[in-house]
């Protein structure tokens, strides 16, 4: 079987409590709505790469619990192959609590349980699928050195690679640059990988240019409504991929939006330009948060204008 997208990485039961703020430490506050969900950033990512129409793999642990029947369930229900998606009686399926605001914005906390148990051996046995896929991702809730280990397998066999490092950490391998043909970011994770402050498209730039020498092929750093900026080794001047603006609900999940659709066009239009890609990947993650929750907000092809495809 042949992949277009396959996904290393993260599941997660997100527990989303709707409030008017967030709250201050010591704090208790009414919310006025919670609801449980699918996310964790791979499996968004994987599922939004799906809903495009990407033939798409997951390879992912979650607990043998009733979080993990569900969520082999919900990938099954978005077409994604499940071959990889292992189950373990030695933690929990992964969970996120999350609060959301009245402005869309939101605070969380993972807790990934198996998440952390996916290893080498999981890898292997995924390998000769990684062989017969197109693109990869992968993101920094598993343990890094398997998502590492992961992409550098890909690279091995000429499978377009995209690192996603999120959530952020100061002390990332430098090898996951190398590693990376597009590294995408948003904005404070590239405040925190370069220790610059981002906050707007020059310095943005400049950022871009900073990881961009660590030694990718490309790099894209979100800004939210301010679009994108994209940077690749063979042209060396970036740009500016401006959006259109949308009133935000809920803004959980628009990065994983953005890079599942990303890896669908990669997949699907391997020579279609970089910011055109993203410019597209950007208009998807736009319709994402126009809608509450994770996945729930996620578009599918149907539903999005004929011009992106
Ligand atoms: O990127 C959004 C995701 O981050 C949520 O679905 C939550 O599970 C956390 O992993
Ligand atoms: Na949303």
């Given at each position: 079987k042949a992949f277009d997208v396959m996904v290393v990485g993260s599941c997660m039961t997100d527990m989303v409590s709707q409030t008017p703020r967030l709250p201050k430490a010591g704090e208790t506050i009414h919310g006025f709505k919670f609801f449980i969900g699918f996310g964790g950033k791979g499996a968004n990512q994987c599922i939004q790469a799906a809903r495009l129409g990407a033939r798409t793999t997951m390879v992912c642990k979650v607990g043998k619990d009733v979080f993990g029947d569900n969520y082999i369930q919900n990938f099954k229900d978005n077409g994604v192959h499940t071959d990889f998606v292992g189950q373990t009686p030695d933690a929990a399926t992964g969970t996120a609590s999350i609060i959301v605001n009245n402005a869309g914005e939101n605070a969380i906390v993972i807790v990934a349980g198996a998440n952390m148990l996916l290893d080498s051996v999981d890898l292997q046995e995924a390998l000769p699928a990684i062989t017969r896929s197109k693109v990869l991702v992968c993101q920094l809730e598993i343990n890094p050195q398997i998502s590492l280990q992961a992409l550098r397998m890909a690279q091995k066999n000429k499978v377009k690679t995209i690192f996603n490092p999120?959530?952020?950490?100061?002390?990332?391998?430098?090898?996951f640059y190398t590693a990376s043909d597009v590294f995408c970011c948003n904005e404070s994770e590239a405040e925190m990988l370069t220790g610059s402050v981002v906050t707007n498209v020059e310095e943005a730039r400049g950022a871009a240019q900073e990881l961009l020498k660590r030694g990718c092929k490309s790099v894209i750093i979100t800004l939210g409504p301010q679009g994108c900026v994209v940077v690749q080794a063979q042209e060396s001047t970036s740009k500016h991929v401006p959006t259109t603006a949308v009133k935000a609900i809920d803004t959980t999940g628009a990065g994983d939006s953005f890079i599942g659709a990303l890896a669908f066009y990669m997949a699907h239009?391997?020579?279609?330009?970089l910011e055109e890609m993203t410019y597209r990947a950007n208009q998807v993650a736009g319709v994402s948060v126009q809608a509450v929750g994770t996945q729930t907000s996620f578009p599918i092809r149907a539903g999005l204008p004929a011009d992106l495809f």
């Open positions: 999120a959530p952020a950490s100061p002390d990332l391998d430098p090898e239009y391997p020579t279609m330009a």
